[in-house]
């Protein structure tokens, strides 16, 4: 069966301090990846996608940036965070067949404080 | 720009009542509705996909409803449980294979 990790669970940054959050899926191949992030408050918004090893979609602008070295790896970065970095990151994957969109499986999730 | 409202935004009720949580969505050009479930501090749990050339989906004590012309989709959760509480989401995928969420509903059942 499939399963999609996460981590680290929770992160307490400074300011300014460079970030890297990490997402691997197991039990699959090819699959469609996503960022999403969840600030308080607010729903949850797309950040990045990707439907292929170095193949990268941004649907916001923002200082953070995305990369997939490798088929079911998935990394969210920043050089240096910013207060309004501070939120819910999810990441999820699609299996990515030709029809259409399919069904979303979300990971755990890493709650990320920037003080 | 498609824009997801989900209404109510809490609700609290006695358990063993049957509720429905609604979903609204301005551009019907979608390609199918997901209800998903989040715990306080977890990932989202999927409850029910609708595809946009179905109706309805069952899946247990919980069915949701799609009008696509319309923009509604309704999630109904029969004989509701202490268990049943948490905030639940409603998206609709877009071109890309994106979802667009709505803020959530968090549901409360009382024992």
């Known amino acids: 069966s499939q399963t999609i990790h996460q981590w680290p669970a929770t992160l307490v940054q400074p300011v300014g301090s460079p970030l890297s959050l990490e997402c691997t899926v197991e039990g699959t191949s090819n699959p469609n990846l996503y960022w999403y992030r969840q600030a308080a408050g607010r729903g949850l918004q797309l950040l990045f996608y990707s439907v292929g090893i170095g193949q990268i979609s941004s649907e916001v602008p923002q200082n953070l940036s995305a990369s997939r070295p490798q088929d079911r790896q998935f990394i969210l970065s920043s050089k240096k965070l910013l207060l309004s970095d501070s939120g819910f990151y999810l990441c999820a994957w699609s299996s990515g067949l030709a029809g259409g969109p399919d069904t979303q499986y979300f990971g755990p999730g890493t709650r990320l404080t920037v003080l | 720009k498609q824009e997801v409202t989900q209404i109510p935004a809490a609700l609290s009720v006695p358990e063993g009542e049957n509720l429905v949580l609604n979903c609204s969505f301005t551009d019907s050009a979608i390609y199918n509705l997901q209800w998903f479930r989040q715990d306080p501090g977890k990932g989202l749990t999927s409850l029910l996909l609708?595809?946009?050339?179905?109706r309805e989906q069952t899946s247990g004590r919980l069915n949701a409803s799609l009008d696509k012309s319309s923009g509604r989709s309704t999630l109904y959760i029969a004989a509701s449980q202490p268990g049943d509480s948490a905030t639940y989401l409603c998206?609709?995928?877009?071109?890309?294979?994106?979802?667009?969420f709505g803020k959530g509903t968090k549901l409360s059942v009382k024992p």
């Open positions: 609708i595809q946009s050339s179905q």
């Open positions: 998206a609709v995928t877009g071109s890309q294979g994106n979802l667009i």
